[in-house]
């Protein structure tokens, strides 16, 4: 297996006494102790991500009531190194986006969910800081059973991803409503590359860029039609008192940001 060049070594600052630092604000125990000293492996493969340099590992420890704890966790490092990914978000705030998301705007979207019956999963945020370096510890969803897969090659397997997008979007529309008309940085393209802007660049990303090209070929309509109907009922379902877009409407704006799908033609060309 490949993985990313930068991540085969790792920072000297990240060792054992950090660790046992974030253990004990995450525990609320001054008096953690590590069990073993940590293992840091590669976050990815080589190509799954391009934003931050990762690491995950594996940390048991015991607390002061002597319990034992095992944890799984993935750390994204905002690169100090010189080079494409330093030069890249020197010239935005991706990861003070990522870290406003986990601390306050994903668990409101949880909770919107949960208040109709309904789930939005995602990591648990460990631990994040700016200072004295950029970084942010999730739970390791791997240890879950959650996998990096390959392109989707039925319409039934990109149902869940779907509603998760709709998901994601309702509950931005919802949030921003109750903010008062003030914006919400939330689109579900990248925690770290967060905006408002119209839902149809998810959808491109999601029909262009998820599935096979036979699921394409075949299921396009059904693609935005559920999405269309899981978003709508949604909003509905929470309260929303703004004017809900048709599947018609939905339809005009995919048109109107065609120049959005216009790369699938280069994809399928390479």
Known sequence: MQFNH???SSPEWLNDEY?????????????VRLIDACVLRP????????ASVMYRTTLQYYCTAN?????????????????????LLDGDDFFGKEIRMYTEVLPQMAALMRSIGE??????LVFASHEPH???????????????????KSFSELEPTIDAIAKFHAASVVLQEKSGGKIVDTIFVDYQMCSWCSPVVDLYYLTYMIPEQSVKNAHRDEIIYRYHQ?????????NYRGRVPTLTELQVELLRKAELGKWEK???MT
């Open 6 to 8: 930068d991540e085969l």
């Open 19 to 31: 660790f046992r630092h974030v253990l004990c604000k995450l525990e609320c125990d001054s008096n």
């Open 43 to 50: 976050g990815t493969k080589a190509g799954d991500h391009f």
């Open 67 to 87: 319990v034992k704890k095992t944890i799984n966790l993935i750390m994204k490092i905002k690169p100090d190194t010189d080079g494409f990914k330093k030069d």
């Open 119 to 124: 789930e939005y999963q995602y990591p648990k």
């Open 134 to 152: 950029t970084i942010i510890i999730l739970e390791d969803v791997s240890s879950q059973g959650w996998t990096m897969e390959g392109l989707i």
């Open 230 to 238: 899981k978003f709508a009922s949604l909003l509905r379902r929470l």
């Open 266 to 268: 280069w994809q399928d």
